[in-house]
């Protein structure tokens, strides 16, 4: 099992293709896997790195107070163990905070950066959804939590026609050892995220690819994050919801090679 060890944990990373790096890193969930739409395509072009954030999946399950930042940190640390001194990075929902966290942060270790379903910080709405969520984790149990995650991050139809495929997602992806408070922490650390005075300092290439009709980050989180990062590029995708990359990963995938790969002959 490929892991890399930090000084603290370890984390589970997988690798696929060759070229310039390109680190994907998930949301919430935490999982690599949640990039299987994406690594046969974007493999073509880059050495693909994926990993389980620290707490989730394979990676170690550390009985620690969560916060962007420290993910952001564990994701540098993964970088140097695997010598990769800078990388394009795309980085979905909470892999979108802790871009914003590592272009003010560690600027030099980034190339182009696409921040895909993203949010600023916590406002009225965007704390009622994960407080529902933490409610279902802690009152009703994991199976409720992870049964009730396609509605947060799906479209109605999408759900409607791959139930079977969702089913069999969970179970290899969540299985049955979610941790409550792992999983508490990781939504305080999201409650708690605020990096809006440092986004005018970001000096990078980069994407933020919102949905229109993303009901867990909506696409006027996009608006605001393109507006305050300097001559940032803004894309609305008409349909997807919040796991886009999942559910139309051609429109997806189109928008965002176009965009890592712009200026080179491909």
Known sequence: MPVVKLDDCELYYEEFGEGRPLVLVAGLGGVGAY?????????RHFRVIIHDHRGTGRSSRSKIAYSIEQMAADTIGLMDALEIEE???VGHSTGAAIAQVLATTHPERLGRIVMASAWTKADGFFRRCFEVRRELLRNAGPEAY???????????WWIRDNIAAIEKGESEVYGSNLDIDIMDSRIDALLNFDWTDRLGDIDKDVLVLGVRDDHLTPAYFSNELAAKIPDAKLIIMEDGAHAASQTKPDVFNRIVLDFLLEGEAT
């Open 146 to 156: 992870v049964k009730a995650t396609p509605i947060f991050l799906h479209p109605s």
């Open 35 to 43: 990039w299987n739409a994406q690594l046969a395509e974007f493999s």
């Open 87 to 89: 990388a394009d990075f």
